[in-house]
């Protein structure tokens, strides 16, 4: 199986890995998890990790295919409009976006201008669809459970779960947003432990857990399958769900989950101008975690 350059960008505010995908025959690539920085005081967004970005992509003379997200995130900003300005590509996400699209759609009270069909995107991807980076066969792999909508992306022989899993000492991605489900995702993960094990596997995020000082975001699915603190492969689907429902009781909500949705939903546009020219984001009070608790 053919095997893509992978680079990958750490931004370390928000714990979020962004790769470029690259195939070394004919230059071309995918941008994963692209990010936006963002200063939730000020309301001020910066493209400073999406420029190293483009600047590698530039130095590197290859040409952008795809810039995908692996869901919509509720930790950080996707940079996908702008980067597509800067390179071109089509922007990407998985076809059950309309489920994410509605749920919050109704907990911000968007207005029927905002269409809950996924056509912010210029490519939704169906579940086991094939598709190419250059020369390199990619598929598309629905792996819902922490959102009703996450993609993994099978390209050669690296595998990008975005929030699926975490590296083994990590564990899994939590199941208590809208939409997530941990019996779901425990299915999910079963069909990223069907890869071979060899199989890379990169991570849309690393905490650093307990005991090791250092950042990490590539593992192999053997790796997960022996290691990982959450599900093994002998994990019985009634032990993950106990351990993932009571884990998740303990978390407090992602800090930029109420930016990061509104912008990530419409394919990292910002909401419509007012009468007076300027974008604004909503913040619900109160309605949030009674939404949530649904």
């Known amino acids: 199986m053919t ?9 370390e505010p928000t714990n979020t890995i962004s790769y470029v995908v690259a195939d070394p025959a004919t230059k071309q690539c995918a941008i994963i998890d692209s990010l936006l ?3 939730q005081a000020s309301g001020n967004t910066k493209t400073i990790s999406a420029d190293r970005v483009i600047a590698f992509i530039k130095k590197q003379q290859l040409q952008v295919d795809w810039i995908i997200d692996t869901h919509v995130h509720a930790d950080h900003l996707t940079a996908a409009p702008y980067i597509k300005n800067e390179l071109g590509g089509r922007i990407a996400i998985g076809d059950k976006i ?18 809950t069909d996924g056509s912010q995107f210029d490519h939704l991807f169906s579940d086991g669809e094939p598709y190419y980076v250059g020369s390199i066969k990619a598929n598309a792999i629905h792996t819902p459970g922490h959102t009703p909508a996450c993609m993994s992306h099978l390209i050669g022989d690296a595998v990008f779960v975005g929030d699926t899993i975490f590296m083994p000492d990590s564990g899994t991605a939590r199941c208590d947003f809208p939409g997530g ?10 069909k990223l432990y069907a890869l071979p094990d060899k199989t890379r596997a990169f991570l849309c995020h690393d905490y650093k857990s ?3 000082d250092q950042y990490v975001w590539q ?14 492969c002998e994990t019985s689907r009634e032990a993950f769900i106990k351990m ?7 978390l407090a909500m992602p800090q930029l989950i109420l930016p990061s949705v509104q912008i990530n939903m419409r394919a990292g546009h910002m909401p419509p101008p007012e009468d007076n020219g300027k974008h604004y984001l909503k913040l619900p009070l109160n309605i949030f975690a009674t939404e949530h608790k649904n």
């Open 210 to 212: 307990d005991g090791r």
């Open 37 to 39: 920085d963002f200063d």
């Open 181 to 190: 489900d941990a019996g779901i995702l425990y299915d999910s993960i079963q």
């Open 3 to 11: 095997a893509p350059l992978v680079t990958a960008f750490f931004d």
């Open 219 to 232: 593992t192999t699915i053997g790796e997960q399958k022996r290691t990982n603190i959450h599900i093994r």
């Open 244 to 250: 993932r429902e009571a884990r998740d009781q303990t």
């Open 98 to 115: 309309p489920a994410v699209q509605n749920v919050f759609s109704h907990i911000f009270n968007e207005k029927k201008s905002f269409h």
